[in-house]
């Protein structure tokens, strides 16, 4: 089984940054691919950003230039890193773990097994 804790939400102005973080309570950290999806309230739950065990990554493309996903196996902690927030970043954001394979990352939220219970980020002037 794997646990995940996210921090660092809160409430922010436009064009403020912020750091998310998300840890694993599991043996093994780095053979996990992990993921950040976020849902908006009375919206679907929507892909983020997704990193493999290899570091490589990937975004959906309102957050490209913005959103930065990486990790810290040694800590075994996986981080999204905000900047330029706007208020359409507001949403509950949800970290997600599936046992991954070389360099593969994942988009879809069936590929994931494991999910923290949400950090709310509130993004408004």
């Known amino acids: 089984q794997v646990h995940l804790v996210e921090s660092g939400g809160g409430l922010v102005q436009p064009g403020d940054s912020l750091r998310l973080s998300c840890s694993a309570s599991?043996?093994?950290?780095?053979?996990?691919?992990m993921g950040w999806f976020r849902q908006a309230p009375g919206k679907g739950r929507d892909f983020v950003a997704a990193?493999?065990?290899?570091?490589?990554?990937t975004y959906r493309d309102s957050v490209k230039g913005r959103f930065t996903i990486s990790r810290d196996n040694a800590k075994n902690t996986v981080y999204l890193q905000m900047n330029s927030l706007k208020p359409e970043d507001t949403a509950v954001y949800y970290c997600?773990?599936?046992?991954?394979?070389?360099?593969?990352?994942?988009?879809?939220?069936?590929?994931?097994?494991?999910w923290g219970q949400g950090t709310q980020v509130t993004v408004s002037a």
């Open positions: 990193i493999s065990r290899t570091a490589d990554t």
């Open positions: 997600a773990a599936v046992k991954g394979y070389g360099s593969y990352y994942y988009t879809g939220m069936g590929h994931y097994d494991y």
């Open positions: 599991v043996r093994a950290f780095d053979d996990y691919a």
